[in-house]
């Protein structure tokens, strides 16, 4: 074995930048406007929430979303996946009073709908996301046709 010639060593702490789509303000922002504008009642389950983060990821993503809900639900869709970031954000917006949690649905909150209105009073901040929901609206991807597909993944892959 050789011996080092190093009698210090010293360690300086730097800063990392995080990943915003692993910043809990990034998807909190991304909840809030999910209930916001694609969600009847501003409510919604578990994977409907997934199913738009997913979405909101690459712009591939997207466009499969787009396809099936403009097909009336007709074309092919793939297996969206379960964020582990998304599910700690859900932990501290409802903490934090932006939407509330019961019966496995997540609402949205008047500070929820606050922290929306100061997202949209700057155009260029999330635009692509707003853009996506708001095509897509309320009414077309609902909790229930979600469930049905879910299931059918399980059928096939038994």
């Known amino acids: 074995m050789s011996e080092s010639n ?4 010293s360690f300086t702490k730097r800063p990392i930048s995080v990943p915003a789509d692993y910043r809990p303000s990034y998807k909190i922002a991304q ?10 009642g501003s409510k919604s389950g578990l994977l409907k ?9 690459r712009i591939d993503n997207r466009n ?3 396809k ?30 932006y939407c509330s949690y019961s ?10 709908f606050l922290f929306c209105d100061n997202i949209e009073a700057d155009e260029e901040i999330l635009s692509e996301e707003i853009s ?8 077309k991807i609902t909790d229930t046709r979600l469930k ?5 993944w399980t059928l096939f892959n038994d």
């Open 103 to 112: 019966k496995g649905t997540y609402k949205l909150e008047e500070k929820g």
């Open 132 to 139: 996506l929901l708001k095509q897509i609206g309320k009414k």
């Open 68 to 97: 099936y809900v403009n097909s009336n639900f007709q074309s092919e869709f793939s297996v969206w996946s379960i964020e582990p970031t998304l599910n700690r954000a859900l932990h501290i917006a409802t903490a934090e009073k």
């Open 64 to 66: 499969e979303l787009l």
């Open 6 to 9: 190093i009698k210090h060593l």
């Open 31 to 40: 909840i809030c406007l999910t209930l916001k504008y694609s969600c009847i």
């Open 148 to 152: 049905e597909l879910a299931n059918q």
């Open 49 to 57: 929430l997934h199913l738009f983060s997913w979405a909101f990821k």
